[in-house]
């Protein structure tokens, strides 16, 4: 079976993953620091500990798997922590990025999956955005996303790396078989904040904000299902494969939610109401960020299939009733 390397295995996204990449036939090889990882998560194929910024241990990695082609999920995620801590955005995510796809090419493994974001289009109001709308990032967040796929198509035109670059929307839910989810200490994000409030493991959610030129106030986002989200790099994975050459795609449903609007789906699956508080905006939010996916459609056939805000908190709700990761 051909081995993918998979950094960031060991968090979220990635540990979702590694189970489509071994489900369709691949091994995994995780390839994670654990600074926001979980060892637990690593449940389908060979860990590997290190650093994006230790080329020697890529090196070796990359030696002793031979993989055909790298997934790069691992980076630091929070828009909060990115406006007050750029630096660390900057040397992590940039920098490291930069060392594993210069091992990548000196290695032979021309073939590289990119998580970006959304968050690389910044602003714009009231549009549903594309794959060409401008990238305007309006935190180091963002910033540094942009800058990584500005790197991969230098090294590309460089050295002939390929790459399929998603940029990603709000991802949620999880693992429907409940062997993988969301874990982030501390958490930031919204799905996993109501749930953990709703069971008392935390003070009320303050929602961010309720004076955004929205219908009701609080900002849109466009949530994916992660299933969905890892199916469509099984899919980036053949594409590249198949030859088909570098190309961007965002993933979102073109359909987006409100915090309020989330805070009431969950009420009603649940059962139970959101403990909440309404607090300031804050730093780096944008109003609305929603997309088609009119391009991961026609071009990689992507349909999401579990993309409902209901079965996105529903399959949350099922994988925090079994726990959580230890280190
Ligand atoms: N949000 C909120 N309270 C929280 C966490 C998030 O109101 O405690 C809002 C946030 O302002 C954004 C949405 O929920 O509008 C999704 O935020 P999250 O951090 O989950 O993802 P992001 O949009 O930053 O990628």
């Given at each position: 079976m051909a081995n993918v390397l998979v950094t960031g295995g060991a968090g979220y996204i990635g540990s979702h993953a590694c189970k489509a990449l071994k489900q369709a036939g691949y091994t995994p090889v995780t390839y994670d620091n654990l600074v926001t990882g979980w060892q637990d998560a690593v449940k389908f194929g060979p860990f590997e500990q290190g650093d994006l910024t230790d080329r020697g241990r890529l090196d070796e990695v990359f030696a002793q798997?031979?993989?055909?082609a790298v997934m790069h999920f691992a980076a630091l995620s929070q828009v909060g922590e990115a406006m007050s801590e750029p630096g660390r955005y900057w040397a992590n995510n940039v920098g490291g990025s930069l060392c594993l796809i210069e091992a990548a090419v000196a290695a032979g493994c021309l073939d590289f999956v990119f998580s970006s974001t959304c968050a690389t289009y910044g602003e714009h109001d009231n549009v549903v955005l594309d794959e060409n709308t401008p990238q305007q990032p309006l935190n180091a967040y963002g910033a540094s996303k942009r800058a990584v796929e500005d790197i991969l198509k230098d090294f590309e035109a460089a050295h002939g790396l390929r790459s399929v670059i998603f940029r990603y929307f709000n991802v949620a839910g999880a693992d429907p078989e409940a062997e993988v989810g969301e874990f982030h200490q501390p958490e930031t994000h919204l799905v996993p904040l109501m749930i953990q409030a709703i069971k008392g493991e935390r003070a009320a959610l303050t929602v961010?904000?309720?004076?955004?030129?929205?219908p009701d106030g609080t900002c849109i986002r466009d949530y994916v299902h992660v299933c969905d989200l890892v199916d469509a790099h099984i899919l980036g994975l053949k594409w590249l494969e198949d030859g088909k050459g570098s190309r961007v795609f965002n993933l979102g449903t073109g359909t987006g939610f409100s915090v309020k609007e989330v805070l009431s789906h969950s009420h009603a699956v649940t059962n139970t109401e959101v403990p909440h508080v309404i607090g300031p905006r804050r730093a780096g939010d944008c109003t609305k960020l929603v997309s088609g996916s009119v391009r991961a459609g026609e071009e990689l056939g992507w349909e999401p299939k579990r993309s409902t805000m209901d079965q996105m908190i529903s399959d949350a709700w099922r994988w925090h009733q079994s726990g959580y990761y230890e280190r």
């Open positions: 798997y031979k993989p055909v961010f904000g309720t004076d955004y030129d929205t």
